[in-house]
């Protein structure tokens, strides 16, 4: 058990694996392991990358990665995107040009299912986060679908949050007024070789002068065209500009809090859950319970009180 803690800790792939499989599976170890784990975290940058769906997401993360390579930097990534060509459900084409990443030593790659999870996809998520950092990743990229109703809230997790743009928004202007601007820390519009990239632009940066009007730091919106690994420079540049400014204005440990404050309520609602429906005798209880509210003995409201009464005791 600990020479999996070791040998993740040394980085290496198959422990890395083999452990992330645990936390997948709802494995009663991973708490012990990841006790060793933790005292080895903190060191990675965490970035968070969502957006519609086709946006260029993947294409984006990939030569971010590039990028970060050439610096020398090693590179996790975590694609929570059902959809991902990191899942399998890509264009042969966006598979190929990964090849040369799944190929690299320095680069790991994971995606993760949203369904079939036991305990959870966010509190596993946390954990993938924790191994991939303490296991020597400078940088680890997170890969979401969609703003604010997403699965997995990826501005708790990550340090920097990309949110990513194509052009033509049309009626999406409306959606990044409503969740968007509040937790983008940079602005990508992708896909800069189409039809209406200026206007999208345009739009987006008077957003960002509303938004950020009497604010210390501006969110930057940049350009790229990721199919033809344009502008990724200038990505990889204000990522770095942003950790800085975190760590200038302390606001980097405040994000840790805050992530480490959701990961632990999200570990307590599990093992709360888990301890309520796994238990036998709370399972009785609840199948009687549930009988009575259909009797319409007891309201569900009543019946929580009972379960919980035995708990809270
Ligand atoms: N025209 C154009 N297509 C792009 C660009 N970046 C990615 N694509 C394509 O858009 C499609 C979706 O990209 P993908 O990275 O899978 O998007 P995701 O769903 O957000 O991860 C793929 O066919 C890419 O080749 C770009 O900058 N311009
Ligand atoms: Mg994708």
Not at 52 to 77: A, N
Not at 204 to 232: F, H, Q, W, Y
Not at 252 to 274: G, T
Request: hydrophobic fraction near 40%.
């Amino acid at each position: 058990m600990s020479e999996i803690a070791t040998n993740v800790l040394n980085g290496d792939p198959r422990s890395i694996a083999r452990l992330i499989s645990y936390v997948e599976n709802g494995d009663n170890k991973i708490s012990e392991i990841m006790k060793k784990i933790h005292p080895h975290t903190g060191k990675a940058h965490i970035i968070g990358v969502t957006g519609v769906m086709g946006g260029g997401k993947s294409s984006l993360i990939c030569e971010i990665t590039r990028e970060f390579r050439k610096k020398g930097k090693k590179v996790g990534i975590i694609a929570i995107d059902p959809t991902s060509p990191f899942s399998g459900g890509a264009l042969l084409g966006d598979r190929v040009r990964m090849m040369d990443l799944s190929m690299d030593s320095g680069v790991y790659i994971r995606s993760m299912g949203t369904r079939g999870m036991l305990g959870g996809l966010t509190s596993a998520v946390y954990d993938v986060v924790e191994i991939l950092d303490a296991s020597g990743k400078d940088v680890v990229l997170i890969e979401t679908v969609g703003v604010g109703q997403a699965e997995v809230d990826i501005i708790k997790i990550a340090d920097t949050t990309l949110v990513t743009l194509v052009p033509g928004l049309g009626d999406s202007i409306q959606t990044i007024k409503a969740g968007v601007m509040e937790i983008a820390d940079i602005f990508i519009i992708n896909k800069a070789d189409k039809p209406g990239i200026e206007q999208t632009v345009a739009e987006v940066e008077s957003l960002v002068d509303i938004e950020c009007a009497n604010k210390e730091r501006r969110t930057p919106v940049l350009k790229t065209v990721a199919k033809e690994k344009k502008g990724i420079l200038e990505v990889i540049e204000n990522i770095e500009k942003h950790k800085e400014y975190l760590e200038n204005s302390k606001k980097f440990d405040l994000k840790r809090k805050k992530r480490y404050e959701a990961e632990l309520v999200e570990i307590i609602r599990k093992r709360l859950m888990n301890f309520i429906f796994d238990e036998s005798k709370f399972k009785n209880k609840i199948e009687i319970l549930i009988d009575q509210i259909y009797k319409k003995q007891i309201d569900p409201y009543s019946a929580a009180d009972k379960i919980l009464g035995k708990i809270l005791k």
